[in-house]
């Protein structure tokens, strides 16, 4: 039905008529489809339980790279206290290869001197030996050509008569002169000679002697390189060490810096959806109704034991400290899990760590919006959406998700947070 906003005149034909009415029908029909319906919104609590993970995820990651930083850090600081040992061993090990470079060459020198003076020696000896033999050959030609001319003949009469030297006779004298200054002079170069032989023995000796500590000096010299080299290979190591610990740090550090960005992140976001879960339960949980304080919550597992309480411990998977955000109980699998209180499910499914997951919003106690979940169940008996009432089996308990057994972990969130559940259940 509608009102014309015009009266048709007679003027108008009835198609005109018909035209506008079914524009305005259009119209109407939009407007309908257009209309904001009941807000379907999506329950944010799978959202957040997702989020709550990464956070926890990241959370260890970032404590998992503090303590890998902490042992770099410790790494490289080992290496750089063993640095200046290091750094002293090599100085030490050069000044040791200097030393022996220096002796070696010194040695060297000395050598070269020693050969040096042998051969001067030796050319003087043999210059000696040949200064004997001219002077021999002279001596022996004087006295012959003296005798010659003195009529003595043989060589045998020439002894004789130097034997008999006091003759007075001139020429003889003259003979015996000369042949005794050769004679001096050869008695000399072999004394001189024989000197020279024993300084040349003597020479030998200090060659070899000189020689013999010069290998050794060669030797050391090649020990004290190949020690100065691995005092210079350690300093390396540990020089190159010290740089990949630092540049491991530095890769940590960022690393550290983004997992701490992308926490702050999603801790903003973890908030942002537990207000939304507020509004959600407020919306959807029947804000209004007044529920019965502390105790209102009935316990899911009744004669079950408590296998770990709420609160901080350290996670048997991870390894590290944690909130633990709900109530242990040691529920065989397979067993049947109740509804704490009557109230709406607003999410059934799996959950990440949480394996198969219920979660339940029973409105507001005493002013705070009151959820409960129960985790790790091998199958779920009811979906989203669907009203339960306090009792109800909800799901069949297991050990899905992060579990190391057979459990079922209840949690009850106030106003979008995780606290004592024992503090609510009668
Ligand atoms: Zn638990």
Redesign the pocket.
């Known amino acids: 039905m509608f009102v014309s906003p015009q009266l048709p005149t007679r003027h108008q034909s009835a198609v005109g008529v018909r035209r506008r009415v079914l524009a305005l029908l259009a119209i109407v029909l939009a407007l309908v489809l257009c209309a904001p319906m009941t807000p379907a919104l999506a329950n944010p609590t799978e959202e957040k339980s997702a989020v709550d993970e990464r956070v926890e995820e990241l959370q260890q990651e970032h404590e998992g790279l503090t303590e890998e930083l902490a042992r770099v850090v410790a790494e490289m600081e080992a290496a750089e206290e063993k640095m200046p040992d290091a750094e002293d061993a090599v100085s030490e090990a050069s000044d040791e290869l200097e030393e022996a470079q220096r002796k070696d060459e010194e040695l060297g020198a000395r050598l070269t001197s020693a050969e040096n003076a042998e051969k001067d020696l030796r050319e003087e000896i043999d210059e000696g030996a040949d200064q004997i033999e001219d002077s021999e050959k002279s001596v022996v030609g004087v006295a012959r050509r003296a005798y010659q001319n003195s009529g003595v003949t043989s060589d045998v009469a020439m002894l004789l008569q130097m034997a008999e030297s006091d003759s007075g006779m001139d020429g003889l004298t003259r003979v015996d002169s000369a042949v005794r200054s050769q004679q001096r002079t050869i008695t000399r170069l072999g004394e001189r000679r024989a000197a020279n032989i024993s300084n040349q023995n003597r020479l030998d000796a200090i060659a070899d002697e000189i020689s013999d500590l010069k290998d050794e000096a060669a030797e050391v010299v090649l020990a004290k390189e190949s020690a100065e080299r691995a005092a210079r290979d350690a300093k390396d190591e540990l020089d190159s060490l010290i740089s990949q610990k630092d540049s491991a740090a530095k890769t940590i550090e960022e690393n550290q810096a983004s997992t701490a960005e992308e926490l702050e992140k999603q801790k903003e976001e973890q908030e942002r959806l537990a207000d939304q879960i507020r509004e959600w339960q407020e919306d959807n949980g029947d804000g209004n109704r007044t529920l019965p304080g502390d105790g209102f919550l009935k316990n899911p597992a009744p004669g079950y034991p408590i296998t ?1 309480h709420y609160g901080w411990r350290t996670h048997p998977i991870a390894g590290v400290r944690r909130l ?1 955000s ?1 109530t ?1 109980f040691g529920v065989p699998c397979g067993t049947e899990v109740h509804a704490s209180a009557d109230g709406v499910v607003v999410s059934s499914g799996g959950a990440g760590g949480y394996g198969n997951r219920v979660v339940i919003s029973h409105g507001k106690s005493n002013g705070a919006s009151i959820a409960t979940t129960y985790n790790h169940n091998t199958r779920n008996l009811v979906r989203a959406g669907q009203s339960v009432k306090q009792g109800d089996a909800i799901s069949i308990s297991g050990t899905t998700g992060a579990s190391t057994g057979c459990h079922l ?1 209840f949690e009850v969130m106030q106003n979008g947070s995780y606290v004592n559940p024992m503090d609510w259940i009668s």
């Open positions: 770990s633990h709900g242990d972990h």
